[in-house]
């Protein structure tokens, strides 16, 4: 009896205090609770005006409900864990594991009415109103969640991004200046800070910022092949394809620098290695076209003409867009009337298509789209510099013929004037005679 007088004294109490979270913080969260102690209590009464003593069962049921339970919360509180946050935040995930995340915001919102301190719930919110596309509402959730958590530098960088996503690149820049001044290491900073420099094309800038994060991430390959992209952009062919070979050395399934060092190549006139590389592309699905398509120049330059038709025949059968593309390149105007495609070279050109207004829309900078910028710049230099030699080589080759016909047209003249001048002295001694 004693006992069960000590059980119910100590339960009320637990009870008393639970409830004063309920109506201090109009928290619902703990009714759960409440009930739970109210059964043991209620067995425990039981117990008394029937005036039995339940079995081990029952009795540890209600210590468990009425005794241990509400310590433990009461316990966790003391040591600043809300047990209410617990709760909120394990219930809105499970609801956005069940794809409900509409119900898991409400949820979470209501939450945050009661605790504008819940860090946990303010990025749960956050990374939902950015899956829906609200990326102002996840910036000012991200926002709260900094003034609790100071050092949060994972929510400041997602404040950079999405900024970067509203085309508020100056705010976003300053944000990942800050930050890297506060965690210079930051990988995701610096590869982001890099890409916002290469849209407005500030690529001297880029370049310093993937230099100082090499500082920290010596290994990283990404880092390597985004300067190698800027060093294309800058045209420093040279420092070009000494990052594209430290990249492919790192990853050698990056066949995006294979194609870039081959054009390289390509460009520096050494065929034998750009062959290499653009080989080394064939087994990329996406680059596969392109790489048989600089195969084929190779081998017009070479005089292979069984191979050049071939890979140029294999290019545009892979990607016929590649039939326009090699139409309008001199290099194969030798091996044009080869090309054994469905659609003839001389083919007009489809009606201009009426542009809608989303048309004009530019494409947001990413890695892949400085990747695609950096290739078609690469591909536009090589026959840019194929064009100028073939140029230069006539012109020397013209200048040659020309001085060939002025040196053969002076010695007739020469010639000329020599007979003429026999001619005069011979009737001049006739004369004299």
């Known amino acids: 009896m004693l006992e069960q007088i000590l059980f119910i004294l100590i339960a009320f109490v637990l009870f008393m205090l639970i409830f004063s979270k309920v109506i201090r913080h109009n928290d619902y969260n703990y009714i759960a609770i409440l009930i739970m102690e109210a059964i043991g209590i209620a067995i425990c009464f039981f117990e008394i005006k029937l005036k039995i003593h339940a079995n081990f069962f029952f009795t540890l049921l209600r210590y468990i409900l009425s005794i241990i339970i509400p310590t433990v919360i009461i316990f966790l509180e003391l040591k600043g864990i809300n047990f209410s946050e617990i709760l909120a935040i394990t219930s809105a995930k499970i609801l956005i594991a069940l794809g409900k995340d509409k119900e898991a915001k409400q949820l979470l919102n209501k939450f945050v009415e009661k605790y504008s ?29 900094l003034d609790i958590k100071r050092n949060d530098y994972v929510s400041y960088f997602k404040i ?3 900024l970067k996503e509203l085309d508020k690149k100056d705010e976003s820049i300053e944000m990942l200046q800050n930050l890297l001044k506060t965690k210079p290491d930051y990988l995701e900073a610096s590869m982001l800070y890099g890409e916002i420099l290469c849209e407005q094309e500030r690529f001297k800038e880029a370049a310093n910022v993937y230099q100082d994060a ?47 060092l081959g054009q390289i190549c390509f460009i520096e006139r050494d065929f034998e290695q750009a062959e290499k590389y653009f080989e080394k592309c064939l087994y990329d699905e996406e680059l596969e076209p392109m790489a048989y398509y600089g195969l084929a120049k190779i081998y017009v330059i070479k005089g292979l003409k069984e191979k050049a038709v071939a890979f140029i025949n294999k290019a545009i059968e892979l990607d016929p867009s590649l039939l326009k593309k090699a139409s309008s390149e001199r290099l194969f105007q030798k091996i044009r009337e080869y090309i054994t495609v469905s659609v003839k070279m001389d083919e007009k050109e489809p009606e201009e298509e009426v542009l809608k207004e989303e ?9 892949e789209v400085g990747e695609k910028q950096a ?31 002025n040196r053969e047209k002076l010695k007739k003249m020469l010639e000329e004037e020599g007979s003429t001048l026999d001619e005069k002295e011979e009737k001049q001694k006739n004369d004299n005679l």
Do not use: W
């Open 160 to 162: 950079a991004r999405l």
């Open 214 to 260: 090499l500082k920290y991430h010596s290994a990283e390959y990404d880092l390597y092949y985004s300067l190698g992209i800027v060093f294309t952009r800058l045209n420093d062919f040279s420092q070009a394809k000494e990052m594209y070979e430290k990249a492919a050395s790192l990853n050698h399934k990056l066949f995006g620098a294979y194609y870039n």
């Open 359 to 367: 048309d004009f829309i530019e494409e947001p900078y990413t890695k």
């Open 375 to 405: 290739q078609v710049h690469l591909e536009d230099t090589t026959s840019l510099v194929h064009d100028i030699k073939e140029n230069t080589e006539k012109q020397r080759a013209e200048e040659i013929v020309t001085n060939i016909i």
């Open 117 to 145: 301190d819940s860090y946990k719930a303010h990025i749960l919110l956050a990374e939902i109103y950015e899956r829906e596309g609200g990326r102002r509402k996840a910036i000012d959730e991200y926002v709260m969640a």
